[in-house]
């Protein structure tokens, strides 16, 4: 079992920066894929960014290529989202998850594991 933690969402003005920090309660997860996925009200779940733990090659939605960035922390365990230039848009909860057997993990139904996500709200 993989539990995930995520933290560090909250109120922005557009144009900010958040960073969101999801932590691993494994001593590792090598051989996973990290994912971010975002959900607004009314809307399904959308897939922002993914990680390769082991070599850390990262994939990201079109929507947020070049604002956002995936990374990971091995000595914490810690996968973050690092978000700026945001909009009104991004506006979601945002979720962290593991799979271990995803590919590229665009697609929720790779993932196993999941936080409870952490709020974004992007507003003037």
Same mark, same amino acid.
């Given at each position: 079992?993989?539990?995930?933690?995520?933290?560090?969402?909250?109120? *922005?003005?557009? &144009?900010?920066?958040?960073?969101?920090?999801?932590?691993?309660?494994?001593?590792?997860?090598?051989? !996973?894929?990290?994912?971010?996925?975002?959900?607004?009200?009314?809307?399904?779940?959308?897939?922002?960014?993914?990680?390769?733990?082991? &070599?850390?090659? %990262?994939?990201?939605?079109?929507? *947020?290529?070049?604002?956002?960035?995936?990374?990971?922390?091995?000595?914490?365990?810690?996968? !973050?989202?690092?978000?700026? %230039?945001?909009?009104?848009?991004?506006?979601?909860?945002? !979720?962290?998850?593991? &799979?271990?057997?995803?590919?590229?993990?665009?697609?929720?139904?790779?993932?196993?594991?999941?936080?409870? &996500?952490?709020?974004?709200?992007?507003? %003037?």
């Amino acid at each position: 079992q993989v539990q995930l933690v995520e933290s560090g969402g909250g109120l *922005v003005q557009p &144009g900010g920066s958040l960073k969101l920090s999801c932590a691993a309660s494994v001593p590792t997860l090598s051989g !996973y894929i990290m994912g971010w996925f975002r959900q607004a009200p009314g809307k399904d779940r959308e897939f922002v960014a993914s990680i390769r733990w082991s &070599g850390g090659t %990262s994939y990201y939605a079109d929507s *947020v290529k070049g604002r956002f960035t995936i990374s990971r922390d091995n000595a914490e365990i810690t996968v !973050y989202l690092q978000m700026n %230039s945001l909009k009104p848009e991004d506006a979601a909860v945002y !979720y962290c998850a593991a &799979g271990y057997y995803a590919r590229v993990g665009a697609f929720p139904n790779e993932y196993t594991y999941w936080g409870q &996500g952490t709020q974004v709200t992007v507003s %003037s």
